[in-house]
T-cell receptor
Framework: GENVEQHPSTLSVQEGDSAVIKCTYS??????FPWYKQELGKRPQLIID?????GEKKDQRIAVTLNKTAKHFSLHITETQPEDSAVYFC??????????FGQGTTLQVKP | NAGVMQNPRHLVRRRGQEARLRCSPM?????VYWYRQLPEEGLKFMVY????????ESGMPKERFSAEFPKEGPSILRIQQVVRGDSAAYFC???????????????FGEGSRLTVL
């Protein structure tokens, strides 16, 4: 089936610590894996994405890793700050091109 | 270049009424996606449209819900005979590319928040 599983559902860290969110997908043909951040009451916005021809991508404090064999990818946030507090969604495309999202992870960064 | 525009931002309907939500994609984008988000839940795919065509409506409820993206004008998500369970935020997103396993960013609108009394 068309499925993207995301864990954990909630994550609480101290400011300055790292946060890791993991996702698995079911369609081995998926080739694009974005991560979206949604602040309370706002629209989801892309923060980083990775294509299947690379294993890792980094942008300042944010990195994404991809393991195509195992069909999972992860978001890593280092040196977390209070403004990183939000809901994070992973996603993967399926057959027709629709993007299916994971269930979301609520990240709380405590000052 | 204006972003994805959704209106109304907030809509209140009584049970049994109709709700129409509109979405104008970004300029140059011909692919539109609708998602539903219940309070404190994820983004549930509803429908994927290209100009004048429904590409994938596998996430749409079988009854009362319909969507269109005409040649001219915005995409419309229509909910007939609304019930309390339809209360949610409905997000529209657009992209310039589509098709099987397309790899491209979706740009989201601010959402339309439907409340059914």
């Amino acid at each position: 089936g068309e499925n993207v599983e995301q864990h954990p559902s909630t994550l609480s860290v101290q400011e300055g610590d790292s946060a890791v969110i993991k996702c698995t997908y079911s369609d081995s043909a998926s080739n694009y894996f974005p991560w979206y951040k949604q602040e309370l009451g706002k629209r989801p916005q892309l923060i980083i994405d990775i294509r299947s021809n690379v294993g890792e991508k980094k942008d300042q404090r944010i990195a994404v890793t991809l393991n195509k064999t195992a069909k999972h990818f992860s978001l890593h946030i280092t040196e977390t700050q209070p403004e990183d507090s939000a809901v994070y969604f992973c996603a993967a495309p399926f057959n027709t091109g629709k993007l299916i999202f994971g269930q979301g992870t609520t990240l709380q960064v405590k000052p | 270049n204006a972003g994805v525009m959704q209106n109304p931002r907030h809509l209140v309907r009584r049970r049994g009424q109709e709700a129409r939500l509109r979405c104008s994609p970004m300029k140059g984008h011909s692919h539109v996606y609708w998602y539903r988000q219940l309070p404190e839940e994820g983004l549930k795919f509803m429908v994927y449209l290209q100009k004048e065509n429904i590409i994938d409506e596998s996430g749409m409820p079988k009854e009362r819900f319909s969507a269109e993206f005409p040649k001219e004008g915005p995409s419309i998500l229509r909910i007939q005979q609304v019930v309390r369970g339809d209360s949610a935020a409905y997000f529209c997103a657009s992209s310039p590319n589509g098709g099987p396993h397309s790899s491209g960013e979706l740009f989201f609108g601010e959402g339309s928040r439907l409340t059914v009394l």
